[in-house]
């Protein structure tokens, strides 16, 4: 098992940036395929980026792409979300995932480990 805890959430305006962080402790982390969603008051839990366990692929939603960056330190065990450009819709809980198992890179079902989320803000 990984346990998980997000970090770097706040509130930022519009066009500004964030960076956020999660660490991972337990079993070895370069198993593990990472990913970050996020969750707005009254919506689904949205694919925001994920990462491939060497760190070598990233994938991204339209919504995201061009804006935001995932990256991992396998040595430091912990997986970052630098997020630029800003948007209020950006606004919701960012999500730290773990997939161990195969699986879709873009689908929350298919990732069995979560953080407990930190709370990002953009005002307009």
């Known amino acids: 098992q990984v346990q998980l805890v997000e970090s770097g959430g706040g509130l930022v305006q519009a066009g500004g940036s964030l960076r956020l962080s999660c660490v991972a402790s337990?079993?070895?982390?370069?198993?593990?395929?990472m990913g970050w969603f996020r969750q707005a008051p009254g919506k689904e839990r949205e694919f925001v980026a994920a990462?491939?366990?060497?760190?070598?692929?990233?994938y991204y939603p339209d919504s995201t792409k061009g804006r935001f960056t995932i990256s991992r330190d396998n040595a430091k065990a912990t997986v970052y979300l630098q997020m630029n450009s800003l948007k209020p819709e950006d606004t919701a809980i960012y999500y730290c995932?773990?997939?161990?198992?195969?699986?879709?890179?873009?689908?929350?079902?298919?990732?069995?480990?979560w953080g407990q989320g930190t709370q990002v803000t953009v005002s307009s």
């Open positions: 995932a773990a997939r161990y198992l195969s699986g879709s890179y873009y689908e929350a079902d298919d990732y069995a480990y």
């Open positions: 990462i491939s366990r060497g760190g070598e692929d990233t």
């Open positions: 337990g079993r070895a982390f370069s198993s593990y395929v």
